[in-house]
């Protein structure tokens, strides 16, 4: 069993930034891939931003150039740095990490985008 454990959402104005971590309590080298998604009231769940044990990360068109992905392995911390922030990007934000074919799932962190 992986424990997936995030921080960071809270409310912000359209324009500003988060940051938004997730600790998890197995390597991250051992998984095959960890990313973010996220899902607003009423929406499917989406993928947000994803890196690959292949080295590359996926990013939705609609976060590219504001939203980045970065990973601390030696700390198992996947981080979501979020800027130029907008209202639609409102949203719980889910932490996943796909270890030996298994998926897991934070328990999400909620971000609200409003002036």
């Known amino acids: 069993q992986v424990q997936l454990v995030e921080s960071g959402g809270g409310l912000v104005q359209p324009g500003g930034s988060l940051r938004l971590s997730c600790a998890a309590s197995r390597s991250i080298y051992s998984a095959n891939a960890v990313g973010w998604y996220r899902q607003a009231p009423g929406s499917q769940r989406e993928s947000v931003a994803v890196?690959?044990?292949?080295?590359?990360?996926n990013y939705a068109d609609s976060v590219k150039g504001r939203l980045a992905l970065s990973i601390v392995f030696v700390a198992n911390t996947v981080y979501l740095r979020m800027n130029s922030l907008k209202p639609e990007d409102t949203a719980v934000y889910y932490c996943?990490?796909?270890?030996?074919?298994?998926?897991?799932w934070g328990q999400g962190t909620q971000v609200t985008v409003s002036s």
């Open positions: 996943n990490a796909i270890y030996d074919s298994t998926n897991y």
């Open positions: 890196f690959t044990k292949g080295g590359s990360t």
